[in-house]
Every structure is written in C-alpha cells, then in structure tokens.
C-alpha cells in the first residue's frame, strides 16, 4: 500500500505527559502536513514540514513541534498534554510542486486523561 | 488570511433527492476549493476540487460551482444514495501563495435516508 500511513491509531495519555506521532507519507510525495481534528469539527493546520523544516506554521503553542526525515516521514510531538489535546491528528502527504493535492492518512486517535 | 464558513451543518435527504452544500469565503485571492467527504472512522477523501478559472466542475453525480464575486461555492450532489452519508468539508487556501496550507469549513453531516 503506497497511501499514507499513520502509527499508532489510537493512544491514551496523561495530562502533562508527552506523546510522538508518526506518518510515512504516500510514495512520491515529499510535504507533510499535520492537522488537529477536534471531535465535529474540521481538520485544523498545525503546520507542514518539507525538506526537513517547518515551512508553514498554524496557531498552535510551541508545546507542538514536529520533524521530518530525510526518507520523508514526519513525527508531530506534543509537550505537556492537555486535556483539550484530545482529538483526532492527521497527516496529510503532498508534492512541493502540487502542494494542495493532500493523500491523508487514517489519522491517530489520542485521548488525554 | 482565510476564513471558511460552511452551510448546513447537518443535512437529511431522502435518497434519490439532491443535496447541496455551501461554504463562503473570506480572501478574494483564494484559487483552489476541494472537497472533502470522510465516513465514520475513515480519512478525509477528496471528492472533487474546483479553481478559480473555471466557474462549474462535474465528476457523475457530483458537481462543484464557484461564485467568484459573491466568493462562495457549493457542492451538488444528484440522486443521493445511503453510501452518501458522510461527513463533507469544504477547505480553501489560507493565501494565495501556493503554501498548501488549507483552511477547512466546520462540516456538514449528509444523512441519506433510504
């Protein structure tokens, strides 16, 4: 399967811990995006990654980072979790050169306790 | 940068019946608007896309149309089926850079009652 791949699919965590996020993205593609996705509501950009930097950043504190590797996949952290963290978290691969034609990934379900 | 507001938030067809879906934005520069249907538990899937060039796309039984002026567009969709029953968002570009930074709309829950 070339699509995009996220691990793990589901998490429980405890406020104040931290929790790590990965996504291999779609073969080809060489740009990751994140996205927060709270319950009944839409996707929300917490930034993208392309050739190993932050390109483009949402609103989203600090306590959100992320990385890429040189084989392209992306890690999002996030620090000091909160209860509000809850959500589902996407990433969504694309070409630097079709930067619109998201492949998202099932996304990981983290639940903060 | 962008804002997206998206119309109804929920919606009940009987199948067979069509279904419409619309969403308005805020940046006149604005030149891609996808779509985007994700069932229960699955990823977010593109269903169509539209840009600012053209003023109607169709692919089967879905159609986009983009008001430039009025700065909104609108998802049809024809002869509704129970496989419709989806989560539908609406996303436009947050500049007009070509960042691949997307803005979403709230969501609109299709229900399509057989």
């Known amino acids: 399967d070339a699509g995009v791949t996220q691990s793990p699919t589901h998490l429980i965590k405890t406020r104040g811990q931290q929790v790590t996020l990965r996504c291999s993205p779609k073969?080809?593609?060489?740009?990751v995006s994140w996205y927060q996705q709270a319950l009944g509501q839409g996707p929300q950009f917490i930034f993208q990654y392309y050739e190993e930097e932050e390109r483009q950043r949402g609103n989203f504190p600090d306590r959100f980072s992320g990385h890429q590797f040189p084989n392209y996949s992306s890690e999002l952290n996030v620090n000091a979790l909160l209860l509000g963290d809850s959500a589902l978290y996407l990433c969504?691969?694309?070409?630097?050169?079709?930067?619109?034609?998201?492949?998202f990934g099932s996304g990981t379900r983290l639940t903060v306790v | 940068g962008e804002n997206v507001e998206q119309h109804p938030s929920t919606l009940s067809v009987q199948e067979g019946d069509s279904a419409v879906i619309k969403c308005t934005y805020s940046?006149?520069?604005?030149?891609?608007f996808p779509w985007y249907k994700q069932e229960l538990g699955k990823r977010p899937q593109l269903i169509i896309d539209?840009?600012?060039?053209?003023g109607e796309k169709k692919d089967q039984r879905i159609a986009v149309t983009l008001n430039k002026t009025a700065k909104h567009f609108s998802l049809h969709i024809t002869e509704t089926q129970p496989e419709d029953s989806a989560v539908y968002f609406c996303a436009a570009p947050w500049d007009s850079g070509n960042t691949g930074k997307l803005i979403f709309g709230q969501g609109t829950t299709l229900q399509v009652k057989p």
């Open positions: 073969s080809g593609h060489d740009t």
């Open positions: 940046d006149s520069a604005s030149n891609y």
């Open positions: 969504a691969s694309s070409t630097d050169l079709q930067a619109y034609g998201y492949t």
């Open positions: 539209i840009r600012s060039n053209v």
